[in-house]
């Protein structure tokens, strides 16, 4: 086992590095370099981490990494950190995004601050996925919210007050559920034990309780996992917030924070409660389903790109919970290479409709835009490949998560994965269709094409989804052996029922 | 042979990427040629490796290039399989993207995007190469999805035209359709078999339940009946002729289109399983054969015909696949796509002499001009009207005679198309190279010039081959020829003593009949006229209305219902509710907003001042 050292250094960088931006934001840039120095380290990091960890450690299951510190016994808290192939992919993709969304979506108003905000939401977001103890998930999911609704409330676009209270109401309410279903589920635990009050995770998986207990407690987990990702019908609050927030803040809420919603799903509400499968199941999955069609209808109509991308997330948020609700390995392998993928698709598309705005100014209409294929052909080629991308055309990274997800479902649930095969079809009827209104057709005004810096800021984006959708093998090998872990735990009492 | 095979699919891709990478620096003359030789290359390694199939023993050979996707149960190597069937496809996508890549330098010349475009084609034959030599479903479908975004950006080359971009979604989308048909085929046998790859589902077809098989059939069916627009999808080709002619005959007439036909074909051992399955695949085929014939009848733009008149050839093709004649679908698909391809590229070649105009009722009297695509034409027009002894009368009698052995109804249908064939394609041939010279205005009174010899060349080579194609299947060597070679592919369908020699020579008599009937009539009506409403019908003219019946039934519900959700779902009915439930918290935190300081900032604080003492806890601890 590799030493915890290694994952308290990812969560503590991004914190040091908040501080040092803050603090040196008086001179100009130097806080905007600062920022892309800690985001570029922590993404090494990040892969060094990726390269080390090792799934087969004896005694631990697939987690490497571990190490727990009780902070404050009476209460339960501890510091718990843990890292298996799930966890894993995440926290690549939080380094990932971003050092990608500072360095192509840069915001010069009071740099400093949003820096270090961008910073901390980094270094909270890291925890939420390291921790392996609820509590301590808990907290760090809610510490989240604060940078979250600050860098929108301060940077976003006209209406940034009214959005980023709405997501800040719909996350909060939702995580009170998830409050209350944890202290129940921890006290539940001492109860049997006699021992100490703990919220340790592999602790906590071992909790006896009925079927009824089970299904009431992921029903609080999933109110609050469900407002994150969103999944229907709780999404309300995200084509509000997606539009208003400014580029970045776009990018950290969609292609990140959505995955702590899906991930707590997967790790938490199916992972604790495994006895509440057979209840819930029917149930989630036709929230997913419906999710994938009526994200993908709505977003045929909205003029507005970020909403666009709001709702086509829906859609793909519906096809992650489909894959993590179905029980089947396959369906969850790629639902949790979904997660990545998506976060990386969804960076691409709100970077290249934050170079759309610098160009025409924020609030982007579908409708006032056209042909800027001709003056913009570099930009117009990265838009369809991140658009390919998302419509799942096979050899980019969007189609192996699809598939395998659709593939796995059908096999357990085949009328669901059915319907969610149309929102394949749906998929490109409302992507084309935004391409062909803003990129064909004519256009008199002379559209700078990409820059170099705009050019740079996509070359990640673009090579993992390019080779990602070519040899996934190495990210898949290393998520299979985890999802076997949690099936292997869920499954027997999702069958003995 | 596995370095026959991998080099054959990654020339393409080569001269993609060396475009791709150079194209900046290189001219005209270099990225044609570029593109040209690694897809003439790819067409020579096919000879080669069609000859080296012939001395194996085998004949199926397996090359495994690495494992793409293996997760639990599912594994899904990147491999291809060398068997005659793909073998024989290969031969012909190759040969045909060959010579249409030499014409393309001709026609596409001087064109705002010429690099982007022969890129473009690259990776077509790439894509199509993966479609044809996978070893597996999966991919075969990255082929199928692979070629369905060249012809999306292909179609609408000219983006900056609406109708052409218009006209690429919508070839992509209906083909998308089409692809959920594919997808779930793969689902049922993933399910039910725990294998994608073809040997290994043909060994274990058997022990599929006869429910599943028809299911499985019908899924492809409609795979093909998106990739191959046939009833009901079949509505996105004549739109597709937006795109430039070369691709028009390479992508929407000899290859890609008939991809679906090749998958029916490849699954044939699982098509074996049903039989309602297969009735359904011949009554699609005939149907979708006769209803674009009537069709093309009535089009005035010379590119819509040839579109329909593909639509409705491929109905053949899949008649025959339901009829259980494996061979004759594959047979009339070579001969197709040689004097397809030939017929689009002469009508290109007299679009390029008239600047682009495609009305034919502003053509006439070109035979005089044009020397050279006069007589190629010529060719073309004989071997689809079905005239002994060209390709096409040889090709779509071995279809017509299988098919009256398997049900005379369905024959009828086909011998009733081939008359309407050989009508629609004389109307076309005598509008353009006939009668009185209507295009004068066109070109300011001068007269229009043959092309260039990269476009003229491809012409000879594919009129010959359109003369001398119904050699690779004639009836009295049936197998001694194609048929022979493809043969132990095919699944085992059970079928009665084949028609006698008797039948034979009568049945063929009756195509002749029929071409000279539709050709009779076409020169009687068309030979004094240019337009005519009472042989141009309105009905078929929009295409029996069939565009219409979908924005009523389809569209226009699917936008009533994403108003509702935008303007009362999303707003009063999710947003009320949650509002509702959530309401108390609501009322208190906007109540709290205006207190000036307010609660997110102080709840922001707390809860920084709280992680940073834990976080400073931490490091003393764990330092």
Same mark, same amino acid.
């Given at each position: 086992?590799?030493?915890?050292?290694?994952?308290?250094?990812?969560?503590?960088?991004?914190?040091?590095?908040?501080?040092?931006?803050?603090?040196?934001?008086?001179?100009?840039?130097?806080?905007? $370099? +600062?920022?892309?120095?800690?985001?570029?380290?922590?993404?090494?990091?990040?892969?060094?981490?990726?390269?080390?960890?090792?799934?087969?450690?004896?005694?631990?299951?697939? /987690?490497?990494?571990?190490?727990?510190? +009780?902070?404050?016994?009476?209460?339960?808290?501890?510091?718990?950190?843990?890292?298996?192939?799930?966890?894993?992919?995440?926290?690549?993709?939080?380094?990932?995004?971003?050092?990608?969304?500072?360095?192509?979506? $840069?915001?010069?108003?009071?740099?400093?601050?949003?820096?270090?905000?961008?910073?901390?939401?980094?270094?909270?977001?890291?925890?939420?996925?390291?921790?392996?103890?609820?509590?301590?998930? /808990?907290?760090?999911?809610?510490?989240?919210?604060?940078?979250?609704?600050?860098? +929108?409330?301060?940077?976003?676009?006209?209406?940034?007050?009214?959005?980023?209270?709405?997501?800040?109401?719909?996350?909060?309410?939702?995580?009170?559920?998830?409050?209350?279903?944890?202290?129940?589920?921890?006290?539940?635990?001492?109860?049997?034990?006699?021992?100490?009050?703990?919220?340790?995770?592999?602790?906590?998986?071992?909790?006896?309780?009925?079927?009824?207990?089970?299904?009431?407690?992921?029903?609080?987990?999933?109110?609050?996992?469900?407002?994150?990702?969103?999944?229907?019908?709780?999404?309300?609050?995200?084509?509000?917030?997606?539009?208003?927030?400014?580029?970045?803040?776009?990018?950290?809420?969609?292609?990140?924070?959505?995955?702590?919603?899906?991930?707590?799903?997967?790790?938490?509400?199916?992972?604790?409660?495994?006895?509440?499968?057979?209840?819930?199941?029917?149930?989630?999955?036709?929230?997913?389903?419906?999710?994938?069609?009526?994200?993908?209808?709505?977003?045929?109509?909205?003029?507005?790109?970020?909403?666009?991308?709001?709702?086509?997330?829906?859609?793909?948020?519906?096809? =992650?919970?489909?894959?993590?609700?179905?029980?089947?390995?396959?369906?969850?392998?790629?639902?949790?290479?979904?997660?990545?993928?998506?976060?990386? =698709?969804?960076?691409?598309?709100?970077?290249?409709?934050?170079?759309?705005?610098?160009?025409?100014?924020?609030?982007?209409?579908? $409708?006032?835009?056209?042909?800027?294929?001709?003056?913009?052909?570099?930009?117009?080629?990265?838009?369809?490949?991140?658009?390919?991308?998302?419509?799942?055309?096979?050899?980019?990274?969007?189609?192996?998560?699809?598939?395998?997800?659709?593939?796995?479902?059908?096999?357990?649930?085949?009328?669901?994965?059915?319907?969610?095969?149309?929102?394949?079809?749906?998929?490109?009827?409302?992507?084309?269709?935004?391409?062909?209104?803003? /990129?064909?057709?004519?256009?008199?005004?002379?559209?700078?094409?990409?820059?170099?810096?705009?050019?740079?800021?996509?070359?990640?984006?673009?090579?993992?989804?390019?080779?990602?959708?070519?040899?996934?093998?190495?990210?898949?090998?290393?998520?299979?052996?985890?999802?076997?872990?949690? =099936?292997?735990?869920?499954?027997?009492?999702?069958?003995?029922? | 042979?596995?370095?026959?095979?991998?080099?054959?699919?990654?020339?393409?891709?080569?001269?993609?990427?060396?475009?791709?990478?150079?194209?900046?620096?290189?001219?005209?003359?270099?990225?044609?040629?570029?593109?040209?030789?690694? *897809?003439?290359?790819?067409?020579?390694?096919?000879?080669?490796?069609?000859?080296?199939?012939? %001395?194996?023993?085998?004949?199926?050979?397996?090359?495994?290039?690495?494992?793409?996707?293996?997760? %639990?149960?599912?594994? *899904?190597?990147?491999?291809?399989?060398?068997?005659?069937?793909?073998?024989?496809?290969?031969?012909?996508?190759?040969?045909?993207?060959?010579?249409?890549?030499?014409?393309?330098?001709?026609?596409?010349?001087?064109?705002?995007?010429?690099?982007?475009?022969?890129?473009?084609?690259?990776?077509?034959?790439?894509?199509?190469?993966?479609?044809?030599?996978?070893?597996?479903?999966?991919?075969?479908?990255?082929?199928?999805? %692979?070629?369905?975004?060249?012809?999306?950006?292909?179609?609408?080359?000219?983006?900056?035209?609406?109708?052409?971009?218009?006209?690429?979604?919508?070839?992509?989308?209906?083909?998308?359709?089409?692809?959920?048909?594919?997808?779930?085929?793969?689902?049922?046998?993933?399910?039910?078999?725990?294998?994608?790859?073809?040997?290994?589902?043909?060994?274990? !077809?058997?022990?599929?339940?006869?429910?599943?098989?028809?299911?499985?059939?019908?899924?492809?069916?409609?795979?093909?009946?998106?990739?191959?627009?046939?009833?009901?999808?079949?509505?996105?080709?004549?739109?597709?002729?937006?795109?430039?002619?070369?691709?028009?005959?390479?992508?929407?007439?000899?290859?890609?289109?008939?991809?679906?036909?090749?998958?029916?074909?490849?699954?044939?051992?699982?098509?074996?399983?049903?039989?309602?399955?297969?009735?359904?695949?011949?009554?699609?085929?005939?149907?979708?054969?006769?209803?674009?014939?009537?069709?093309?009848?009535?089009?005035?733009?010379?590119?819509?015909?040839?579109?329909?008149?593909? *639509?409705?050839?491929?109905?053949?093709?899949?008649?025959?696949?339901?009829?259980?004649?494996?061979?004759?679908?594959?047979?009339?698909?070579?001969?197709?796509?040689?004097?397809?391809?030939?017929?689009?590229?002469?009508?290109?070649?007299?679009?390029?002499?008239?600047?682009?105009?495609?009305?034919?009722?502003?053509?006439?009297?070109?035979?005089?001009?044009?020397?050279?695509?006069?007589?190629?034409?010529?060719?073309?027009?004989?071997?689809?009207?079905?005239?002994?002894?060209?390709?096409?009368?040889?090709?779509?009698?071995?279809?017509?005679?299988?098919?009256?052995?398997?049900?005379?109804?369905?024959?009828?249908?086909?011998?009733?198309?081939?008359?309407?064939?050989?009508?629609?394609?004389?109307?076309?041939?005598?509008?353009?190279?006939?009668?009185?010279?209507?295009?004068?205005?066109?070109?300011?009174?001068?007269?229009?010039?043959?092309?260039?010899?990269?476009?003229?060349?491809?012409?000879?080579?594919? !009129?010959?081959?359109?003369?001398?194609?119904?050699?690779?299947?004639?009836?009295?060597?049936?197998?001694?020829?194609?048929?022979?070679?493809?043969?132990?592919?095919?699944?085992?369908?059970?079928?009665?003593? %084949?028609?006698?020699?008797?039948?034979?020579? !009568?049945?063929?008599?009756?195509?002749?009949?029929?071409?000279?009937?539709?050709?009779?009539?076409?020169?009687?009506?068309?030979?004094?006229?240019?337009?005519?409403?009472?042989?141009?019908?309105?009905?078929?003219?929009?295409?029996?209305?069939?565009?219409?019946?979908?924005?009523?039934?389809?569209?226009?519900?699917?936008?009533?219902?994403?108003?509702?959700?935008?303007?009362?779902?999303?707003?009063?009915?999710?947003?009320?509710?949650?509002?509702?439930?959530?309401?108390?918290?609501?009322?208190?935190?906007?109540?709290?907003?205006?207190?000036?300081?307010?609660?997110?900032?102080?709840?922001?604080?707390?809860?920084?001042?709280?992680?940073?003492?834990?976080?400073?806890?931490?490091?003393?601890?764990?330092?």
């Amino acid at each position: 086992m590799h030493s915890s050292l290694w994952l308290s250094l990812l969560l503590i960088l991004p914190l040091l590095g908040a501080a040092l931006a803050g603090l040196v934001r008086a001179r100009a840039n130097a806080s905007y $370099r +600062v920022g892309v120095a800690v985001a570029s380290l922590e993404t090494v990091l990040a892969l060094v981490v990726a390269v080390l960890y090792r799934s087969n450690v004896p005694g631990a299951g697939t /987690f490497d990494f571990m190490g727990r510190w +009780v902070l404050a016994a009476p209460f339960g808290l501890a510091y718990d950190v843990a890292l298996d192939g799930i966890s894993l992919l995440m926290v690549v993709l939080t380094a990932l995004v971003v050092l990608v969304a500072l360095f192509g979506a $840069r915001d010069t108003r009071r740099e400093g601050a949003f820096v270090a905000w961008l910073l901390l939401l980094t270094s909270f977001t890291m925890g939420s996925f390291l921790a392996h103890d609820l509590l301590e998930f /808990f907290i760090f999911f809610e510490l989240t919210l604060v940078p979250a609704y600050f860098i +929108v409330s301060q940077w976003g676009a006209a209406q940034r007050a009214r959005a980023a209270l709405k997501f800040f109401v719909f996350t909060f309410t939702g995580s009170a559920f998830l409050f209350v279903g944890l202290l129940y589920l921890g006290l539940a635990h001492q109860h049997q034990t006699g021992g100490a009050l703990t919220f340790s995770y592999s602790a906590l998986q071992s909790t006896a309780m009925s079927s009824s207990t089970a299904t009431w407690l992921f029903v609080a987990f999933a109110i609050a996992f469900a407002v994150k990702s969103p999944i229907w019908p709780l999404h309300t609050w995200s084509p509000l917030a997606y539009a208003e927030a400014p580029t970045a803040g776009s990018i950290e809420l969609s292609a990140l924070l959505a995955k702590l919603g899906s991930y707590g799903l997967l790790r938490f509400a199916v992972g604790l409660l495994p006895l509440a499968q057979v209840h819930v199941r029917p149930v989630m999955l036709t929230l997913a389903v419906i999710g994938i069609v009526y994200g993908s209808a709505l977003a045929t109509t909205t003029p507005d790109l970020k909403r666009l991308v709001a709702y086509s997330s829906l859609a793909q948020m519906g096809f =992650i919970t489909l894959g993590v609700m179905t029980g089947s390995k396959i369906a969850m392998v790629g639902a949790v290479l979904l997660m990545f993928n998506h976060g990386v =698709i969804t960076a691409g598309f709100f970077l290249i409709i934050g170079f759309m705005e610098r160009r025409r100014g924020v609030g982007v209409s579908i $409708r006032d835009l056209s042909g800027w294929q001709g003056p913009a052909p570099v930009l117009a080629g990265l838009f369809t490949v991140v658009m390919m991308a998302s419509i799942g055309l096979p050899g980019l990274s969007g189609f192996v998560s699809e598939y395998l997800i659709l593939i796995g479902a059908f096999a357990t649930h085949a009328w669901w994965a059915v319907v969610g095969a149309l929102g394949v079809v749906l998929a490109a009827l409302y992507l084309l269709w935004a391409y062909q209104r803003v /990129f064909h057709g004519r256009t008199s005004e002379p559209i700078e094409d990409a820059t170099t810096s705009e050019r740079w800021a996509l070359v990640p984006i673009v090579a993992l989804i390019v080779v990602l959708g070519v040899f996934p093998r190495p990210v898949l090998d290393r998520i299979s052996p985890s999802v076997q872990q949690v =099936i292997e735990h869920v499954a027997p009492a999702g069958v003995s029922k | 042979m596995a370095h026959l095979a991998t080099l054959i699919l990654l020339l393409p891709l080569a001269g993609f990427l060396f475009v791709l990478v150079n194209g900046k620096r290189m001219g005209e003359r270099a990225v044609g040629a570029v593109a040209t030789g690694a *897809v003439g290359l790819s067409f020579a390694l096919s000879v080669a490796a069609f000859f080296s199939l012939l %001395g194996d023993s085998s004949r199926e050979v397996t090359v495994h290039l690495f494992t793409w996707i293996s997760v %639990g149960t599912l594994h *899904v190597p990147a491999a291809l399989l060398m068997d005659p069937l793909s073998i024989t496809m290969s031969l012909f996508v190759t040969g045909i993207s060959a010579l249409i890549h030499l014409y393309s330098i001709g026609y596409m010349h001087g064109e705002r995007d010429f690099r982007k475009f022969f890129l473009y084609l690259n990776l077509f034959v790439f894509s199509m190469l993966t479609l044809v030599l996978a070893n597996n479903l999966v991919l075969t479908f990255v082929g199928w999805e %692979g070629v369905g975004v060249c012809s999306y950006w292909l179609v609408s080359y000219y983006f900056d035209r609406d109708s052409a971009a218009s006209a690429g979604k919508k070839a992509f989308i209906y083909n998308r359709v089409g692809d959920v048909g594919l997808l779930v085929a793969m689902f049922l046998l993933f399910s039910h078999l725990h294998t994608l790859s073809y040997l290994s589902v043909f060994a274990g !077809a058997g022990h599929l339940d006869p429910t599943v098989a028809t299911l499985v059939v019908l899924a492809l069916l409609l795979a093909a009946t998106g990739k191959s627009a046939q009833i009901p999808l079949f509505n996105w080709l004549p739109d597709a002729m937006e795109g430039p002619t070369p691709v028009s005959a390479l992508i929407h007439a000899a290859t890609m289109v008939t991809a679906g036909v090749y998958l029916l074909v490849r699954m044939s051992p699982v098509l074996a399983l049903s039989s309602s399955g297969r009735a359904t695949i011949a009554t699609i085929g005939a149907l979708t054969a006769f209803v674009a014939a009537t069709i093309a009848t009535s089009q005035r733009d010379i590119k819509k015909v040839l579109a329909f008149s593909t *639509v409705s050839q491929i109905g053949y093709m899949v008649l025959a696949v339901g009829a259980g004649a494996y061979s004759a679908a594959i047979f009339l698909m070579v001969s197709h796509a040689f004097f397809k391809a030939l017929l689009f590229l002469g009508s290109g070649s007299v679009i390029h002499s008239l600047h682009g105009e495609q009305d034919m009722r502003k053509m006439g009297g070109l035979s005089k001009y044009l020397p050279l695509t006069f007589p190629t034409f010529l060719i073309g027009w004989l071997t689809i009207s079905g005239v002994p002894p060209f390709a096409g009368f040889w090709a779509k009698g071995d279809v017509l005679t299988n098919a009256y052995g398997y049900s005379k109804l369905l024959w009828v249908l086909g011998v009733l198309t081939a008359v309407l064939t050989a009508y629609y394609m004389s109307r076309l041939f005598v509008l353009t190279f006939r009668g009185t010279e209507r295009f004068r205005e066109l070109t300011h009174g001068a007269e229009p010039h043959e092309s260039p010899w990269v476009m003229t060349l491809p012409l000879v080579v594919l !009129a010959a081959l359109s003369v001398l194609g119904g050699g690779l299947d004639l009836p009295w060597v049936h197998h001694a020829s194609l048929a022979g070679f493809l043969g132990p592919t095919f699944g085992y369908v059970a079928s009665g003593p %084949g028609p006698t020699t008797a039948t034979q020579y !009568a049945l063929g008599t009756v195509d002749v009949i029929a071409a000279l009937l539709g050709l009779a009539a076409a020169f009687a009506v068309w030979r004094s006229r240019s337009e005519d409403p009472r042989f141009e019908r309105r009905f078929l003219e929009r295409v029996w209305f069939w565009d219409d019946a979908y924005d009523a039934v389809i569209a226009t519900p699917l936008r009533a219902g994403t108003e509702v959700a935008t303007t009362l779902i999303e707003p009063r009915v999710i947003d009320g509710a949650v509002s509702g439930l959530a309401g108390g918290v609501r009322r208190s935190a906007e109540g709290l907003r205006k207190v000036q300081s307010g609660f997110v900032r102080h709840y922001a604080l707390a809860m920084v001042l709280g992680v940073s003492v834990i976080v400073v806890y931490l490091v003393a601890r764990v330092g």
